[in-house]
């Protein structure tokens, strides 16, 4: 359900996106030139690694996700190396929507300022 979700953000024009935001008042991302870039982000929250990598697996063989002209996939997690961890902060190529897969550690840990999409699933894992 969640790939299907993601792949429909992703499937959608950006430029209608954007102009919807404007509608509503929300504004949109705009660019230097004033067009709008790469819409915003999909930042996905999940309880733990394996739910990220599993998740992050099935988003690259989805044929929506998995196309590299249109969506940049950045898994988000502490075992990181921080190099990687900081890509998540980078904007995206034009057009390309960006999803970052985290846990929902960085839920209160981090801003991503070009987030415009949360799926929280609401799972949480407990130590017992």
């Known amino acids: 359900l969640i790939v299907r979700l993601v792949a429909h953000i992703v499937s959608r024009p950006i430029r209608e996106e954007a102009r919807e935001a404007q509608a509503s008042g929300s504004g949109g991302a705009s660019t230097r030139s004033g067009t709008t870039g790469s819409g915003g982000a999909v930042l996905i929250f999940l309880p733990g690694f394996a739910e990220i990598n599993e998740l992050f697996r099935r988003l690259c063989r989805d044929p ?19 190099h990687e961890q900081r890509r998540v902060f980078r904007r995206p190529p034009e057009g390309v929507r960006k999803i970052v897969i985290a846990t929902n550690i960085a839920e209160t840990s981090i801003t991503i300022d070009d987030v415009t999409h949360v799926i929280d699933l609401g799972h949480v894992k407990e130590i017992r």
């Not at 929506?64 to 002209?69: E, L, M, P, Y």
């Open 64 to 82: 929506t996700t998995g196309d590299r002209s249109k969506a940049q996939l950045l898994p988000l997690h502490s075992s990181m190396q921080s």
